[in-house]
Nanobody, 126 residues
Framework: HVQLVESVGGSVQAGESLRLTCEISLYIYSSYCMGWFRQTPGKERAAVAAHYTGTATTYVSDSVKGRFPISEDSAKNTMYLQMNSLKPEDTDMYYC????????????????????WGQGTQVTVS
């Protein structure tokens, strides 16, 4: 049973940086899609970025393009979201997710391909 374990988020000032990590509990031998989503209470979960391990292709939403690079360390089974130049509007609960049957591509921003989710971590920017 695969689990995703996220690092603790935090509270930072606008302009500062924060790095979120997502560790996969089991080694996955095949390629898959990993993503980060955000969610405000009462609203739908929205995609932030995704990474396909097979080709190291990344996808990033327009709202964070150039600020939130996504990366992975396959040796550590860990995915990262480096959050730079944070803004108050980045405040949200962030979730990592894995889509083991997906190559990301056209559906990377959709919730439905992702079948395993982390517990979520709060990021607050003031």
């Amino acid at each position: 049973h695969v689990q995703l374990v996220e690092s603790v988020g935090g509270s930072v000032q606008a302009g500062e940086s924060l790095r979120l990590t997502c560790e996969i509990s089991l080694y996955i031998y095949s390629s898959y899609c990993m993503g980060w989503f955000r969610q405000t209470p009462g609203k739908e979960r929205a995609a932030v970025a995704a990474h396909y391990t097979g080709t190291a292709t990344t996808y990033v939403s327009d709202s964070v393009k150039g600020r939130f690079p996504i990366s992975e360390d396959s040796a550590k089974n860990t995915m990262y979201l480096q959050m730079n130049s944070l803004k108050p509007e980045d405040t949200d609960m962030y979730y990592c997710a894995a889509a083991f049957d997906s190559r990301c591509d056209y559906s990377w921003y959709r919730v439905w391909p992702y079948n395993t989710w982390g517990q979520g971590t709060q990021v607050t920017v003031s």
